[in-house]
């Protein structure tokens, strides 16, 4: 995984542009009606989205990625970036919101669990965290070798989950559903424009 997205940040630089995602806005929201101070942005990638949260918040990133941090550095010099794997990283700060874009659906479901725990043992009681992941009405629902239900290879080793809405209920099932939803997305690679049905939901911790 590391390996791969360096050397996507290395080549293609800010592979989305540096407009944040349109979920950003719906997050910040969020966060100061629940007088959040600090949030967590696991993979952060270059700082597209933590630029916008950090004129509010204090922000850390967790991204693995040691050319997107550079990238993020001089993008988004508020935040605090951390280069780590969100599925290893371990500190005693809790945090009032996370905001994770587009983390999730890359991983097999052992790591989805794994990944969203971990958020949830940084998270302060009452915090919210708001996650977007594909949706299983995205265009490439589907595509390459099927590994376990719903997650397809569609390179060596990269892995797309596409979420039902039940299946993504089944992931936060522990914690207080806020709100969930769909959206598309139109996000502009290097020359290309892409549109993604995502799929967003936002939970709360109840302790
Ligand atoms: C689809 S990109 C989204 C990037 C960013 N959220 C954005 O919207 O611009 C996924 C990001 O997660 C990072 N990533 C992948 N696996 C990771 C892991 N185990 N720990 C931390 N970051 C990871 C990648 O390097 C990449 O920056």
Redesign the pocket.
Known sequence: ?RDY?NKR?AEEGMI?GCEP?QTVTQAIDLFKKNNAHNIL??????G??TKMFSSYFEVDG????SS?INLAKEWDLKTNFIQ????EFRISKRYDGIYC???LH?FLLEDRKKLIQNCVMHLKEQGVMYFTCFSDRDFNNGVGRNVEEGTYEYKKGKYAHFFTEENLIEHFNDLNILEMGSIRECLTHTEKQQEYELRYVVVQNIG
């Open positions: 995984m997205w940040f989305w995602s942005v696991p993979g952060a990638g270059y597209r989205n967790i991204e693995i990625s997107a780590e794997s969100v599925l874009y587009d983390l890359l």
